[in-house]
């Protein structure tokens, strides 16, 4: 059976969604196994147990969270040749894709990038599926150089589920971590104070477009998200705008989600942005332009002038709260 592996990203202890990610789907693929690097390893072996992994690789040095990649890379290259997993999984994240591009180069082996799916290659090997031209394309690669390929894979692209009975086997590792060569380091960690449910695993989310016309105006999707309980969201041209941080970018340069209800407001539906929204459940939008793209996606589509329509949305859903 094809030994699969995860690098499971931790934070304070707990993985993070994606690392169980792909534990579920690497259950499908093979064997799973983890491996968690820093400070609070050994208190995730139990939730990557849960999702399928048979065997956790845990150091908790602290290098692996203070020093960019680099003794990531040196533990992972190592571990590579030593035990010969057939795949490598990563999240999309920013640490992953520099430590997994790191490695792809020190092992001479494949590194597929925004992977959506993998899977059993025909004539052997892996397949893995890949959107392009803003996800309007679907690609497949079959890479066939030496060595396990890497594969990072885009959030929110497979469903965590938990293994009822599962549990992992704890190999801790105890491996020399070298911190004297230079390297970037983290020299300060600041914890973003937010309100209401996170972006990433909202069940209702409220998002924002240019076609709100100002920043000001961005007050009416803040006060429709609070009403529902939902968490809020913006498109890349309001993110440019700087109207938005970053943080709550939905689409193919920010964040995949895949809520329950997606209320998209003054979003034309550029491709950009609907690859990375368009696995909600139900989507609704609201937009002046009845030809908008966002309508040939949406479940409910309401035509009109949002400043008036999300401001009577909110006040009856105030109303009929009490």
Known sequence: MARIWVYAETVEGKPKSVALELLTKARDLGEPEAVALGPGASAAVESLGKHGARVVYAHEDPAFRDVLASPA???????VQKHGPDLLLFGMTYDSRDIASRLSARLGTALIANATDVGPGQGGGWAVVSPIFGGSTLVTTVPRTQGPPIVLVRPKAFAAQPLEGSAARVETLTDAVDTSRPAPRVLKR????????????AAVIVSGGRG????????????????????????????????????FQVGQTGKTVKP????????????????????????????????????????????????????????ELRKRKG
């Open 260 to 315: 329950t209800v997606y209320i998209a407001v003054g979003i034309s539906g550029a491709m950009q942005h609907t690859v990375g929204m368009k696995g909600a459940r139900t989507i609704i939008a609201i937009n002046k332009d009845p030809e908008a793209p966002i309508f040939k996606l949406a479940d409910l589509g309401v035509v009109g002038d949002l400043n008036r329509l999300v401001p009577q949305l909110t006040e």
């Open 190 to 201: 600041e914890k973003e104070e937010a309100q209401g449910p996170r972006l990433d695993d």
């Open 212 to 247: 709100l016309g100002s920043p000001e105006n961005f007050k009416l999707v803040d006060d429709l998200a609070a009403q529902l309980g939902a968490a809020v969201g913006a498109s890349r041209a309001v993110v440019d705008a700087g109207w938005k941080p970053y943080a």
């Open 73 to 79: 890379v040196d533990l992972l290259e190592k571990l």
